[in-house]
């Protein structure tokens, strides 16, 4: 069904805004993968993703995932809806990304799109990056120069997190929701948001929180000095269409949240 699914155009990208925590103006959006099987329906990432991973299908879907988005790029900076500065991440799979010609793949769909610099940002984990850090490292390097961006996904969760961080030329921290989500009520979770709160500022780098579902969670990040967030609070992962008709309300937004403020 997989190995159909690519070519019959199963496969559609949802989005999950970004925002940011004291203006509440989405700042950007993460591409998500999902599939809409013709007799089954929506089947869950969790499901089909590692089988992906495991036949090596998710080469010919993770890049037809990065087209994708740079077309919907594209088409967003040509409506006038995606402003400059905004930014839409992907999520890159360790085979993907270790691939020789990866780099040149990337580079050439973002000449055929025209994507400025800024606009596409690449996420990756720990265990992507691990095994192999001076290869990841460069591979980084070569993109970042047509300028792509990298978050580290689902941090703290993974390996040395701190020794690495000094050496990825990463801009974004992505705190994982598994700390977020008894955030308001275990000192533990707080104390660990905090402290990488805190080392994302003293690094000069953006952190973002996922899974944020409540507004006493986002009421808390918003103290503790968190930049970015997104979740169910504001949004689920929507359709492209769904997610542009949130676009041209952000600077009514914008004004109705400084009025509140």
Same mark, same amino acid.
């Given at each position: ?95 993907? =990304?270790? @691939?020789?010609?990866?780099? +040149?793949?990337?580079?050439? $769909? /973002?000449?055929?799109?025209? %994507?400025?610099? &800024?606009? #596409? ?57 598994? =700390?977020? @989500?008894?955030?308001?009520? +275990?000192?533990?979770?707080? $104390? /660990?948001?905090?402290?990488? %709160?805190?080392? &994302?500022? #003293? ?59």
């Amino acid at each position: 069904d997989l190995h159909r699914a690519l070519d019959e155009k199963q496969f559609e990208l949802f989005f999950q805004p970004k925002v940011d925590i004291h203006s509440g103006a989405i700042i950007g959006a993460e591409a998500l993968l999902r599939w809409k099987h013709p007799t089954k329906g929506m089947i869950s990432p969790a499901d089909f993703i590692p089988v992906l991973e495991t036949s090596g299908l998710i080469v010919d879907v993770g890049h037809w995932v990065i087209e994708d988005s740079c077309k919907k790029l594209q088409q967003w900076i040509h409506q006038g809806i995606w402003k400059e500065g905004m930014c839409l991440s992907v999520n890159l799979s360790p085979r993907q =990304f270790r @691939r020789e010609t990866f780099v +040149d793949e990337v580079i050439d $769909v /973002l000449n055929t799109y025209n %994507i400025p610099a &800024g606009a #596409l940002d690449m996420e990756i984990t720990e265990g992507l990056v691990i095994q192999r850090v001076d290869d990841a490292i460069a591979t980084m390097n070569q993109l970042a120069k047509r300028g792509v961006t990298f978050s580290l996904d689902d941090f703290g969760t993974g390996y040395s997190s701190i020794s690495y961080l000094k050496k990825l030329p990463v801009q974004t921290l992505k705190v994982d929701q598994s =700390f977020i @989500r008894d955030i308001t009520d +275990d000192r533990s979770d707080r $104390v /660990l948001v905090e402290t990488i %709160i805190s080392m &994302g500022h #003293l690094l000069g780098l953006v952190v973002v929180a996922e899974g944020v579902e409540t507004e006493q969670q986002l009421n808390l990040l918003r103290e503790l000095g968190c930049h970015h967030y997104q979740g169910y609070w504001f949004s689920r992962p929507v359709p492209a269409q769904e997610f542009e008709q949130k676009l041209p309300s952000q600077p009514e937004q914008k004004k109705q949240t400084a009025a509140a403020e």
